[in-house]
């Protein structure tokens, strides 16, 4: 009985160490995907205030 005890300890110890490996990978996926959101979030910024440009101006000539 202690030997399958024993067996039963490892194998529940490989999935563990199978599981947390998985863990590591998604985390290491989602540290980047977070990382490339940011440069997303400040393209759009940049976007916004190009768009604001232009929209001034347009305003600006049809005042003219």
Known sequence: MATSG??????QLA???S?????SSNLSDT????RMTS???EAMRGLGSWHGGFK????QLTDM
Do not use: D, H, P
């Open 6 to 11: 024993s067996a039963v300890k490892t194998r």
């Open 15 to 17: 999935q563990l160490n």
């Open 19 to 23: 599981q947390l490996a998985q863990l």
């Open 31 to 34: 540290e980047n995907l977070l």
């Open 39 to 41: 440069v997303q979030a």
């Open 56 to 59: 001034r101006l347009c305003f």
